[in-house]
C-alpha cells in the first residue's frame, strides 16, 4: 500500500458520481497504489473487513454504493457487511476510502461524509479517493492511519485494540476538554487522559508517525514516484 499524493481541494465535477457530496464542502483526494495485496495468499477482503469492523465498529453502520452513477452491476454484497466488493484490487481501495470516512468523523464533528473511490486505467492498482473533509489535518491523518491498518490487515489475523488510543488522542487533541494548554509530548498526553505514561508516548508517536502535525491547507503532500 503507497500513497502517492494527498491533496485538499474543491472538486466539483466529482458529484456527477456520488450524488450524496455536498456541493459546499472540499474533498480529500488520495491517490493510491494497492501493492501486496494477493488473496489468498494473504487475508482475503471479507477477513480484513471483518477485524476492521471489530476495532471500528461504526463501520458496520456505513452504506455503500446508494447514490453512485452507473454503480456496477457486478458488486457482491453479503447481510452483515456494509461495504460492496468486487474481487479486486480495487476492494482494498474503497475500504481505505471507508475507514477515513469513519476515522473523519469519529476524530471532528463531521456527522455524516460521503466518498468514492475512482481506478486508473494505467496502472490498474492505482486509484483515486475522493472524499468529503472539512479539516485538512484530520483528513491527512486519516488518510495515512488507514492505508496502514488496511495494508498490516494483508497478514495478520487481527489488529490490537490499542490502535483506538490513536483515535482517542487525535480527538483530544482536536477537541480540547481544559484550558491548559496545547499538548507539549506523550507524557504530557497521559497526564491529561489519565494513562499510564507509556500509553501516551506510544499514541503521541504515532500521531507523529501518520502526520498529525504535517498538513497544512492549501499543500498537497507527495509521497514519491
Known sequence: MHIRRIQYARVPQIRMLNHNFRPE????VVTLDVEGYAPPA????L?????????????????CCEEWE???LYLNEQQGVAIKWVNEP??????????I??????????????????????????FDLFIECVDPRIGAFSAQFAAYLV??????????????DIVRSARFLVHPTNGDGAVTDGI????RLAWWPARGCWAYAALQAFGFWEFEEGNGHDHGD
Open 90 to 99: 480495487a476492494d482494498v481501495a474503497h475500504l481505505v476510502e471507508h475507514v
Open 70 to 72: 452507473n454503480t456496477p
Open 47 to 63: 477477513r480484513i473487513y471483518h477485524a476492521l469492523a471489530d476495532l471500528f465498529p461504526t463501520l458496520s453502520k456505513h452504506t
Open 42 to 45: 494473504t487475508n482475503d477482503f
Open 101 to 126: 470516512v469513519d476515522l473523519q468523523c469519529a476524530i471532528s464533528d463531521m456527522r455524516i461524509c460521503s466518498g468514492i473511490t475512482c481506478g486508473h486505467r494505467t496502472p490498474e492498482n492505482r
Open 25 to 28: 464542502r472540499k474533498h480529500l
Open 188 to 191: 504530557d498526553l497521559a497526564r
Open 151 to 164: 495494508a498490516a490487515m494483508f497478514s495478520k489475523p487481527r489488529l490490537s485494540h490499542h490502535y483506538r
